[in-house]
């Protein structure tokens, strides 16, 4: 090979590694334009965690923060028979739920 058909193959190859490195340069906005290429299915969902189920502690401490930002705030008595209320009613409910 000549000097000068060495230079030409050199930017040749740059030019090709230039380009497909351009082509993977995204914004962060969208995938790209070779995304499609490396991935054409669209990835499984997460299964969404199924919600705990209701126990007297988990009825106790949802009350319990529900009254923080409350009138009741201060007066711990009031707050604790709201508490107290609010943890009967929870469980009421979960007893009347129909068991699946």
């Keep these: 090979m000549t000097k000068i058909s060495r ?4 930017l040749v190859v740059l030019a090709a590694a230039g380009g497909l490195l351009a ?7 969208s995938p ?4 499609s290429l490396s991935s054409p299915s669209k990835p499984a969902e997460p299964e969404k965690p199924a919600e ?3 126990t007297h502690s988990r009825a ?5 923060m529900s009254t923080e930002k409350g009138p009741l705030k ?3 008595d009031k707050r604790a028979d709201a508490v107290d209320k609010c943890i009967a009613d ?10 699946t």
């Design 7 to 10: 230079k030409i193959f050199t």
């Design 23 to 29: 082509a993977c340069e995204t914004d962060g906005n």
């Design 32 to 35: 790209g334009p070779l995304a």
């Design 52 to 54: 705990a189920p209701m």
């Design 60 to 64: 106790a401490s949802e009350c319990w």
């Design 74 to 76: 201060n007066n711990l």
């Design 90 to 99: 929870k469980m009421k409910s979960v007893a009347a739920a129909p068991k």
